[in-house]
């Protein structure tokens, strides 16, 4: 089959699958909320959406950002989270092919920008994303031929007390909460399908990410040190960057380490 048209295929079931991720957002962090049923609606008048109203990216402009039932504006975020998983599906299937990895990275990828829009929110990552990508994430790793399962496991161990021992040492010097659990069991989950190659960057990545984050937060809210900021976002974007540019991350992080300074 053609490269290309194998590429537009994934942007298209990139977009599609966005669009259930749109509804995984809203329904996930709210309590007794089905992801299934019912259908997708209309938050504001809870009128079900036609077929016709539902079509990734292109319904947003068609309605020109409203409702067609009660006129209400639709958030910018539905077709930026289609648009994303599009761009990213299509980027796998060019960095991956057709190999076992490629079915692997993209529920990895899926679950990875549930995270950064619902910790953005809601300031949460919802156990039901992370407990289950850990166990998926090790299972895979025994067909992934990416990651073995042995750097898989040491991944999943590692990253998960590596940011442990940071929020224990954080509280016992200042007595308040830096971390919670939630980035713990998020970045062992990241480890269990980048193996344990991928915990020093991904850590050092999301700390610059965060820090960088973190000073324009300070500026607005005026909090000084108390400014609080959702941390799994971080994780998550720079688990996406090692999950593309693998290689060149792992050889500059090898001249940088051994390369006299």
Request: net charge positive; hydrophobic share 55%; proline share 7%.
């Amino acid at each position: 089959m053609n490269p290309a048209l194998i590429i537009a295929l994934a942007f298209l079931l990139g977009a599609a699958v966005g669009s259930f991720l749109n509804v995984v957002i809203l329904r996930l962090p709210a309590e007794g909320e089905s992801i299934v049923f019912p259908a997708s609606r209309c938050p504001v008048c809870c009128t079900p959406l036609k077929w016709y109203d539902n079509i990734p990216i292109a319904s947003f402009i068609l309605l020109k950002r409203k409702c067609r039932s009660c006129g209400a504006p639709i958030s910018w975020q539905y077709p930026l989270v289609e648009l994303a998983m599009a761009l990213l599906g299509a980027g796998l299937v060019f960095k991956y092919g057709l190999s076992p990895a490629l079915p692997v990275y993209f529920v990895f990828t899926a679950a990875l920008l549930v995270v950064i829009v619902v910790d953005f929110h809601h300031k949460i990552i919802p156990d039901s994303i992370s407990l289950p990508g850990i166990v998926v994430g090790f299972a895979c790793s025994f067909v992934n031929p990416v990651v073995s399962w042995q750097q898989s496991g040491i991944g999943l161990l590692v990253g998960g007390g590596v940011l442990y021992a940071v929020a224990a040492g954080y509280y016992l010097v200042t007595r308040r909460e830096g971390m919670g659990g939630g980035d713990i069991k998020l970045l062992a989950m990241i480890g269990a399908f980048l193996g344990w190659q991928s915990l020093p960057f991904v850590v050092f990545g999301s700390s610059i990410l965060g820090a960088l984050a973190g000073i324009g937060a300070m500026a607005r809210q005026k909090k000084g040190g108390k400014t609080m900021i959702p941390y799994g976002p971080f994780l998550s974007v720079a688990a996406l960057l090692y999950m593309f540019f693998r290689e060149s991350i792992n050889q500059a992080m090898v001249l940088y380490f051994l390369t006299p300074q």
